[in-house]
């Protein structure tokens, strides 16, 4: 439950110094696109803060994007902070189950009405009444409505929360959608991909506790701090591009040269996060500087933009065979022009003669 | 469906099926149209000479005209190249023939095609103050001309918008978006008026060379 212990509290007692904190802030501040006089507020926003109530629903999901949260082969100050929420109702990571489960997320509701964050991994199936995923025999459904209804806001976390994603792909078996396409009351920030960063979501969650408000969000929803600009604009094969230096196949010579991916599918320039940025385990590296372009998956129905090899500049469909009949339907009606053209010219010789 | 998707999907394949469509339609039926139908005995006797020597001597001008329709012959003979260096060479133009065609060749670095589109765009407005405003181009532009003008400079200036999407301040994929539809009414408008002269250039200079061989007139 949500105690009052502050988060300077709390990281003191982790034994995290004064130094590490504001360095952590400075860090967030940064990320966040917010001026460098911010870093003080910032710090002494975050220092007061109280734990904050977070219930976390999964539904139609991989459990890539609590993967991707939680995973850490080192402690970190995100870690902390993200410990030091009051994480009340997680399926993965909580040590209640079955109604006590269930009891924990009511009473997490019922005491923090008004205040609590939720966040939420997985599309919603809404086709036949939801039946496709239920938990505690409510489905995915009534459980959102349920809990969004007294929350101050929702994280859809990953790219299914988010814009539906792989479950909503075509065909859509479930009729699966989006946080956004239910609920509509409540301030709701995207933070898409497949899986998501880390970084983002802490940095989303840091600026709640300081600030109490949410971020500047983008046409998706997207923090622009995060998504403001394109993978491409942003991306250090960028040179290669303009120079027109591409690579051909995943083990040719412009592979291993480092040349830009664009012509394998790379889906940069219309994909907007922060991995050319941020990069991912911990600045290491990102899909794109490991030799894979971009899949777009922080983009709405990233799954369904055509093929992850095919470049941009390809259409989202195969064009042989329309193409061929055009042409024959074409030429048939050619011939059928210049046969009435040929019988009036006779007619008019006729006429003539 | 964001606009992007509408462009590389339905917008491109029904701009790309009717522009196809319109070519063969066009083609076959102006081909296979049995033309003028001579009564008198022919002049000459080497007609695919004299075709082949029209299509050589109608493309730079008559010495006797040259001083006048200068600016309009070598404009043009540039904008043709600079746009070819455009559509064909430019990488990702490549890649969309390569979709299209199944096969592909080597391209130009994007600042030298961006040179290129600066170019054609600066030649086809010059070009179009001139229709606009001499007076024997005024009397033979008609409302096909103006057309063929936009759907032709469209496509290069909202390429150049969307490669410099950074600086207008809008979403690459919404420009990329725009100017694939912008090609889409090209492909689109191809078959049906004056831009159809990509296909009968040649073979319309080829007969009127015969035509004048036929009547004996050298041209």
């Not at chain 2, 086809?124 to 936009?150: E, Q, V």
């Not at chain 2, 090609?183 to 078959?191: A, G, K, Q």
Request: with cysteine.
């Amino acid at each position: 439950m949500a105690s009052n212990m502050t988060l300077g509290e709390s990281l003191r007692r982790r034994g995290v110094s004064r130094r590490g904190f504001l360095k952590f802030c400075a860090a967030t501040a940064s990320m966040m696109a917010l001026p460098p006089g911010s870093v003080p507020a910032l710090a002494a926003a975050l220092e007061k803060a109280r734990r904050p109530s977070v219930i976390w629903l999964s539904f139609q999901e991989c459990t890539g994007c609590a993967e991707s949260i939680t995973r850490a082969d080192a402690p970190t100050l995100e870690g902390l902070i993200f410990d030091y929420i009051s994480l009340d109702y997680q399926h993965t990571l909580m040590a209640a189950a079955g109604d006590a489960a269930e009891a924990a997320r009511e009473a997490a509701m019922h005491e923090n009405a008004g205040k609590y964050l939720v966040i939420v991994d997985g599309s919603i199936p809404v086709k036949d009444d939801g039946i496709y995923s239920t938990i505690a025999g409510m489905t995915n459904l009534q459980i959102l409505k349920d809990t969004a209804k007294d929350a101050a806001a929702i994280i859809s976390l990953g790219s299914c929360a988010a814009f539906g994603g792989i479950p909503k792909a075509n065909p859509n078996p479930t009729g699966a959608v989006a946080v956004s396409d239910i609920v509509k009351d409540k301030p709701i920030i995207n933070v898409p991909g497949c899986p998501p960063i880390p970084v983002v979501i802490t940095g989303v969650i840091a600026q709640y506790l300081a600030f109490g408000t949410l971020p500047e969000l983008d046409v998706h929803g997207r923090p622009k701090a995060f998504f403001g600009q394109n993978i491409h604009d942003r991306c250090y094969r960028r040179p290669f591009y303009e120079r027109g230096l591409f690579a051909e196949t995943f083990d040719d010579e412009g592979a291993k040269a480092g040349w830009c991916l664009w012509k394998l599918g790379c889906k940069g320039p219309i994909t907007y996060n922060a991995c050319a940025v941020t990069k991912w385990n911990f600045g290491t590296s990102f899909p794109i500087q490991a030799g894979h372009g971009c899949i777009g998956c922080s983009e709405p129905d990233f799954w369904d933009k055509g093929g992850f090899y095919e470049p941009l500049a390809a259409g989202t469909y195969a064009p042989g065979a329309g193409l061929v009949s055009a042409a024959a339907v074409g030429v048939a009606v050619g011939v059928g022009s210049a046969v009435l053209a040929r019988n009036s010219q006779k007619a008019l010789h006729k006429e003539g003669a | 469906m964001s606009l992007l998707d509408f462009a590389r999907g339905p917008a491109l394949e029904w701009s790309l099926l009717i522009m196809v469509f319109g070519i063969f339609w066009r083609l076959v039926g102006t081909f296979l149209f049995k033309g003028q139908v001579y009564l008198s005995k022919p002049k000459g006797t080497r007609f695919v000479a004299a075709g082949l020597r029209t299509i050589a001597t109608r493309s730079w001008p008559d010495e006797r005209l040259e001083r006048t329709i200068r600016f309009q012959h070598y404009s043009g003979y540039l904008f043709h190249i600079t746009l070819f260096i455009v559509i064909f060479l430019f990488e990702p133009h490549i890649e969309f023939f390569k979709w299209l065609l199944g096969f592909s060749w080597p391209g130009l670095p994007t600042n030298a095609v961006t040179f290129a589109a600066a170019v054609t765009v600066a030649t086809l407005i010059a070009l179009g103050i001139r229709r606009a405003t001499n007076p024997i181009m005024k009397s033979i532009t008609n409302a096909d001309d103006w057309l063929s003008w936009l759907v032709t400079i469209g496509p290069v200036v909202t390429g150049m918008m969307a490669f410099a999407h950074q600086n207008i301040g809008i979403r690459y994929e919404d420009l990329l978006g725009i100017h694939i539809l912008s090609v889409c009414l090209l492909f689109i408008w191809i078959p049906f008026g004056k831009l159809m002269h990509m296909f009968l250039l040649f073979p319309g200079r080829y007969q009127i060379g015969e035509k004048f061989e036929f009547r004996g007139v050298r041209a």
